[in-house]
Nanobody, 119 residues
Framework: QVQLVESGGGLVQPGGSLRLSCEVS????????MDWYRQVPGKQREMVAA???????NYADSVKGRFTISRDNAKNTVYLQMNNLKPEDTAVYYC?????????????WGQGTQVTVSS
């Protein structure tokens, strides 16, 4: 049974930084693409960053140049470094995995980690 545990969120001022972690427990293919998503109340969950096993990354336009996704397959962990945070980045952040070429997340969602950007 795969479980996803997100951590590292918190309250930060605009312009600040946070580093989120997603620890994956259970067996998961290292070939899967790992994604970070975020969701605000009343809106659909949106993908903000993705990383394939070979290191290829992709970002939503709203976070390009500010967020960096990385993964450590040996630790079964994926990270999201978030710099120059803006109030509109406030959301609950989640991670998930999917086979390359598929848009569908494979696993049950974790509890997420709350990021609040406010002065």
């Amino acid at each position: 049974q795969v479980q996803l545990v997100e951590s590292g969120g918190g309250l930060v001022q605009p312009g600040g930084s946070l580093r989120l972690s997603c620890e994956v427990s259970g067996s998961i293919s290292s070939r899967y693409v790992m994604d970070w998503y975020r969701q605000v109340p009343g809106k659909q969950r949106e993908m903000v960053a993705a990383i394939a096993n070979g290191g290829y990354t992709n970002y939503a336009d709203s976070v390009k140049g500010r967020f960096t996704i990385s993964r450590d397959n040996a630790k079964n962990t994926v990270y999201l470094q978030m710099n120059n945070l803006k109030p509109e980045d406030t959301a609950v952040y989640y991670c998930n995995a999917r086979p390359r070429g598929s848009p569908i997340p494979m696993y049950d969602w974790g509890q997420g980690t709350q990021v609040t950007v406010s002065s």
